[in-house]
């Protein structure tokens, strides 16, 4: 754990070691280039004893344009620390145990990383997310994330609206929702589990989706995404469950049908499509309180608040809609 931490946090990688970012210029690899690609970089994360791509990597601000966030996309509440955000994740692909992706998705390679946009668009594209980064200014968002394990945490997120990246898709006017997939790579993910429908993929109602809320993220704490954090792109949903806030996404699909999610396919009593957090719909536990991940022992359990406490937000996208029911 020590090396590992040291590894993660990076205080002794000579500068030798830190490969700069690949940049990809939005054109897709031919399936040749990618694969020589993908064997020169793991060559190199091998001859580096896995030390590259653990990279604390550059403050946004150093490099891209930021602006400032809306002050009703920041909470002041404790933010929890780095440390714990990057080493205590859910990331099935790369291992169930909160402590695992930490270490095993350091196999993860970013570079080159070409986003398909599919289905109901005005034109089908591939993109390189460095274009999809630089598309808008990074803003750092403050969010509450609420896991429906019960715990939660305060996360300062760094990216722009989803809105901006869908309004560059082209939707069109008949495209009712949009579904995110993750990566899938067995040789990347060694430790894949069994039993999961993989690809990890989640969806959103389209206005959902449009919801100004809705964060398209590269970055959390100022840097970029750590890969046990979703690296390089993910959503960030902060009224759902986590679970809806998939990561290392490859595929943005546009649809006029509810799409199909790792987690309702699996059990659609237990995890609704639009999971939205609400303390008076029980799991196999009470959803009534969380334990507010690393906050002083007397306020760590906490009331759990309807749509995380973004109510006022978001509540009106779920007028006319039984909660109780359409969960
Ligand atoms: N691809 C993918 N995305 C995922 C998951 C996953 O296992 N795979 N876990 C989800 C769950 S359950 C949670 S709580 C959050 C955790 O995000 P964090 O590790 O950055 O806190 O990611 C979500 N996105
Ligand atoms: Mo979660």
């Known amino acids: 754990m020590l090396s590992l931490n040291k590894r993660l946090y990076g205080a002794d990688i000579p500068s030798s070691e830190i490969t700069p970012e690949d940049v990809f210029a939005g054109r897709k690899p ?26 604390p990597t550059f403050a946004w601000a150093d490099t891209l344009p930021t602006v400032p966030a809306a002050s009703r996309f920041v909470t002041s509440e404790q933010q929890t620390p780095f440390r714990k955000a990057t080493t205590f994740n859910n990331f099935y692909e790369f291992g169930t145990q909160k402590s695992e ?3 095993w998705a350091q ?22 997310v460095d274009d999809l980064i630089r598309y808008r200014p990074i803003e750092s968002r403050v969010y509450r994330h609420r896991c429906v394990e ?35 790579n067995k040789q990347e993910m060694t430790h894949l589990p069994s039993g999961f429908d993989w690809p990890y ?11 100004p809320l809705t964060l398209l993220a590269f970055g959390c704490y100022g840097q970029t995404l750590p890969k046990q954090n979703g690296a390089p792109v993910r959503v960030v949903l902060p009224w ?22 790792l987690w309702n396919e699996m059990d659609p009593e237990e995890y609704g499509f639009y999971s939205n957090v609400n303390p008076n719909i029980s799991h196999r536990w009470s959803q009534a309180h969380e334990r507010r991940i690393d906050a ?17 937000q978001v509540a009106s996208l779920y007028s006319g809609m039984d909660l109780t029911k359409d969960y």
């Open 101 to 103: 992706p930490a270490e």
């Open 201 to 211: 993929s989640e969806g959103l109602r389209m206005d959902e989706a449009m919801h």
């Open 30 to 55: 031919s399936p040749r280039e990618d694969r020589r690609q993908f064997l020169a970089r793991s060559a190199a994360v091998a001859a580096a004893g896995l030390t590259t791509g653990l990279l």
């Open 150 to 184: 019960a715990w939660s945490m305060v996360i300062p997120w760094d990216g722009y609206s989803l809105s901006e990246f869908i309004n560059f898709c082209q939707p069109l006017p008949s495209a009712k929702y949009v579904q995110f997939i993750s990566l899938v």
């Open 296 to 312: 002083s022992l007397f306020d760590r359990t906490i009331p759990t608040q309807m749509f995380n406490g973004y109510g006022d």
């Open 107 to 128: 196999s993860l390679q970013t570079r080159p990383w070409p986003i398909q946009i599919t289905g109901m668009v005005k034109k089908p594209q591939t993109i390189g």
């Open 240 to 261: 759902k469950w986590g679970y809806k806030s998939a990561k290392s996404i490859v595929q943005f699909h546009f649809t006029d049908k509810q799409p199909k999610t």
